[in-house]
């Protein structure tokens, strides 16, 4: 440092940034005479860099980060002033521009806009918006910087600007648990701007600005020129976006409505079934039905035993885990290990016995069998982020690894439609998901561990056995007329089958969101007002009457018209299973508001008994029917059953209430 009046203040603001911090400083210490530092409490090695180079080091913290430099900015002494972030560097050429300009003649400009090469995994990228000049070297009393909680700007206010040759580099995007931790901060604090300037959200914005957001950075700008290598960058815009409407949407809502809810918690669901649909349109296009058919068997092989491999283990945590029981969450990590190992096992087990002779499907299986462990992963970062209350961080990876396999799928369809080639990218695309939640996990909770902890799972066991046994029956009672259609009569049928089941199978989230959002109302209401609970009760069964009827009502009479430009070749069957099956949806919406009620006066044991039952009715109407009726039996059988279902669930549910309420 000179002993004199500094020329040239370099001012930069910092957190946690002991990774980058000493490459920033390290390219501005021959031209500095002055280096401030200003540092939000960093809990690494981030001020010890710092007083290394001799920077002035003040303390503070705001969530502002405009307010952050315009702190900095008012610390420096400096006539001229050069504001770099932590993870920026000054190249060569660009420092000696500088010192020219700073030490030299006078040029009459006050400021001077430096243009950036931005670097995506140690590689340049030129394209999508990662091309841009901004305002960084400038005369102290002529500049302003206008508060910020995402990006702080600098502005002359008197005077021209300049524009410098050469660029600062920029290491913004490191690595993909650096880029996700990187937007999910952006998200936040635009959220938080968002809301304090009371900026509406909406259904719109939280699922159609992120696809454009995507599609203007990797295609309209011409992202994709860089290389395939920046799409996670992309992504973490998207995602941004994403993040941005959702949290301000939970910031406006006090306390939203059950309609609301039920029409807006799960839009990342409604997302991944939109995925689902547009992938399941292209197989339908491009595979035979036979193929179609050994597809979806497949998968069914795959997920027969989900129910299983979790146990229970995901409703346990969520309901009884609080986040500070670091020890609980190992012994659920743990547990879930090797529950999901034992699965792995006996689901190719299972398969040799099941694809005998038909080595290439079998095949298929151990390549979708990666599957298993990435839900184990998953589902185990689902856990940790539910039980912080950032389930929305879950949400947002499985929409975007969706994403990312459906095109991965849709082009292999376009180029090279085989089931090699399908099968293939699953294991790369799920193996990859694997990989990254084991990391994302390991590093976010820090809890991985393979410790036998018999005593812990027992205690978790014993609290989630309904919840497994339900999941199971149910998962069971879903997927048992594929394989019987499979031996019964051929792989062809099941794709025929499976393809008009698949409408009918994409609205079943209705559900969902409906146990979601009802279950903690009415268990209160239960409790508290019981002339409530049961008001609540009618008017769930009339809602979702209505609805139910009124999809299926209207699926009947316009899928002829519809789904002939969905379903070609030998599909066409397909829409009279779409509108036979599709009457089994407000009987299934209906038993979920008794099934509810029956959970809420602890007799999930009932709901066990009858999907136990209800699954060996379903294997033996099927046998008997379907070597007649083939497809057609199975669809008239699923609707008949929810009948079936909705007169036991009435009974048993209307007693109880008349018992507890008496």
């Known amino acids: 440092m000179k002993n004199i009046k500094p020329h040239l203040s370099v001012i930069l603001i910092t957190k946690n940034s002991s990774d980058v911090l000493e490459s920033a400083l390290d390219s501005v210490k021959d031209i500095a005479d002055e280096l401030i530092v200003v540092d939000a409490y960093s809990r690494d090695r981030?001020?010890?860099?710092?007083?290394?180079?001799?920077?002035?080091?003040?303390?503070?913290?705001?969530?502002?980060?405009?307010?952050?430099?315009?702190?900095?900015?008012?610390?420096?002494?400096?006539?001229?002033?050069?504001?770099?972030?932590?993870?920026?560097?000054?190249?060569?050429?660009?420092?000696?521009?500088?010192?020219?300009?700073?030490?030299?003649?006078?040029?009459?400009?006050?400021?001077?806009?430096?243009?950036?090469?931005?670097?995506?995994f140690g590689r340049g990228v030129r394209h999508g918006g990662e091309s841009y000049k901004m305002l960084r070297l400038f005369k102290k009393n002529h500049t302003k910087i206008s508060p910020n909680l995402v990006h702080e700007r600098f502005e002359l206010v008197s005077g021209k600007a300049g524009i410098l040759k050469n660029p600062i580099i920029h290491h913004s995007y490191r690595s993909l648990s650096q880029i996700f931790a990187k937007f999910t901060n952006y998200g936040r604090r635009e959220a938080e701007r968002k809301y304090?300037?009371?900026?509406?959200?909406?259904?719109?914005?939280?699922?159609?600005?992120?696809?454009?957001?995507?599609?203007?950075?990797?295609?309209?700008?011409?992202?994709?020129?860089?290389?395939?290598?920046?799409?996670?960058?992309?992504?973490?815009?998207?995602?941004?976006?994403?993040?941005?409407?959702?949290?301000?949407?939970?910031?406006?809502?006090?306390?939203?409505?059950?309609?609301?809810?039920?029409i807006s918690m799960n839009v990342s669901s409604f997302g991944i079934r939109i995925l689902t649909f547009i992938l399941f349109v292209f197989l339908v296009r491009f595979l035979s039905p036979k193929d179609y058919g050994i597809y979806t068997l497949v998968w069914a092989q795959i997920t027969i035993l989900s129910p299983l491999m979790d146990f229970g283990t995901t409703s346990y945590s969520i309901v009884h885990v609080a986040p500070r029981q670091n020890t609980t969450l190992q012994s659920v990590f743990s547990l879930r290990f090797y529950l999901y190992l034992a699965g792995y096992v006996l689901t190719l087990g299972m398969g040799t016995v099941l694809f005998v002779n038909q080595t290439e499907t079998f095949i298929y299986l151990l390549l979708t069998s990666v599957v298993i462990f990435s839900n184990m992963s998953s589902g185990s970062y689902f856990i940790w982020t539910a039980v912080k209350q950032e389930a929305y961080k879950s949400s947002y990876i499985s929409l975007i690894m969706n994403g990312v396999l459906t095109m991965g799928l849709i082009i292999s369809l376009l180029?090279?439609?085989?089931?090699?080639?399908?099968?293939?990218?699953?294991?790369?695309?799920?193996?990859?998901?694997?990989?990254?939640?084991?990391?994302?996990?390991?590093?976010?909770?820090?809890?991985?561990?393979?410790?036998?902890?018999?005593?812990?799972?027992?205690?978790?066991?014993?609290?989630?056995?309904?919840?497994?046994?339900?999941?199971?029956?149910?998962?069971?009672?879903?997927?048992?007329?594929?394989?019987l259609l499979r031996f019964l009569k051929g792989n062809?049928?099941?794709?025929?089958?499976?393809?008009?089941?698949?409408?009918?199978?994409?609205?079943?989230?209705?559900?969902?969101?409906?146990?979601?959002?009802?279950?903690?109302?009415?268990?209160?209401?239960?409790?508290?007002?019981?002339?409530?609970?049961?008001?609540?009760?009618?008017?769930?069964?009339?809602?979702?009457?209505?609805?139910?009827?009124?999809?299926?009502?209207?699926?009947?009479?316009?899928?002829?018209?519809?789904?002939?430009?969905?379903?070609?070749?030998?599909?066409?069957?397909?829409?009279?299973?779409?509108?036979?099956?599709?009457?089994?949806?407000?009987?299934?919406?209906?038993?979920?508001?008794?099934?509810?009620?029956?959970?809420?006066?602890?007799?999930?044991?009932?709901?066990?008994?009858?999907?136990?039952?209800?699954?060996?009715?379903?294997?033996?109407?099927?046998?008997?029917f379907i070597p007649?009726?083939?497809?057609?039996?199975?669809?008239?059988?699923?609707?008949?059953?929810?009948?079936?279902?909705?007169?036991?669930?009435?009974?048993?549910?209307?007693?109880?209430?008349?018992?507890?309420t008496v």
């Open 46 to 120: 981030t001020r010890g860099i710092a007083r290394k180079y001799h920077a002035r080091v003040y303390l503070r913290e705001d969530t502002d980060l405009g307010k952050q430099k315009a702190f900095a900015l008012e610390k420096a002494n400096g006539s001229w002033v050069l504001s770099l972030d932590s993870d920026e560097i000054v190249s060569p050429e660009l420092r000696e521009e500088v010192r020219t300009i700073v030490y030299g003649q006078e040029t009459g400009k006050h400021g001077y806009l430096i243009p950036y090469t931005n670097f995506v």
């Open 196 to 262: 304090r300037k009371n900026e509406p959200t909406s259904l719109k914005k939280i699922v159609l600005y992120p696809l454009h957001m995507f599609w203007a950075r990797f295609i309209k700008d011409k992202g994709y020129r860089d290389g395939f290598f920046r799409m996670p960058v992309d992504l973490g815009y998207a995602y941004m976006e994403w993040l941005t409407y959702m949290l301000l949407l939970r910031k406006k809502i006090q306390k939203g409505t059950f309609l609301f809810n039920f």
């Open 415 to 483: 180029f090279h439609p085989s089931l090699r080639s399908i099968f293939i990218i699953i294991f790369f695309v799920y193996l990859s998901y694997f990989l990254m939640m084991l990391f994302i996990l390991n590093k976010e909770s820090g809890y991985l561990s393979l410790k036998i902890r018999l005593k812990e799972w027992s205690a978790i066991i014993k609290k989630s056995y309904a919840f497994v046994l339900i999941a199971f029956f149910a998962g069971l009672y879903f997927k048992i007329d594929v394989f």
């Open 492 to 624: 062809t049928d099941v794709g025929i089958y499976s393809a008009g089941y698949k409408f009918f199978d994409g609205l079943l989230f209705l559900i969902l969101s409906y146990n979601v959002s009802a279950t903690p109302v009415l268990s209160q209401l239960k409790r508290t007002n019981i002339p409530q609970f049961l008001r609540k009760i009618r008017r769930d069964l009339e809602l979702l009457a209505i609805l139910g009827f009124g999809v299926a009502f209207a699926t009947w009479i316009f899928s002829p018209f519809v789904l002939k430009y969905v379903l070609v070749k030998g599909y066409i069957p397909s829409i009279e299973v779409v509108r036979i099956v599709i009457f089994a949806l407000p009987f299934l919406l209906i038993n979920a508001v008794f099934a509810n009620v029956i959970y809420i006066y602890d007799k999930a044991s009932y709901v066990i008994v009858l999907y136990g039952v209800q699954t060996l009715i379903t294997i033996g109407l099927n046998l008997t």
């Open 628 to 660: 007649r009726y083939s497809f057609f039996a199975s669809s008239y059988i699923t609707v008949v059953l929810e009948i079936v279902n909705m007169c036991v669930l009435y009974g048993i549910a209307s007693k109880l209430m008349r018992q507890k």
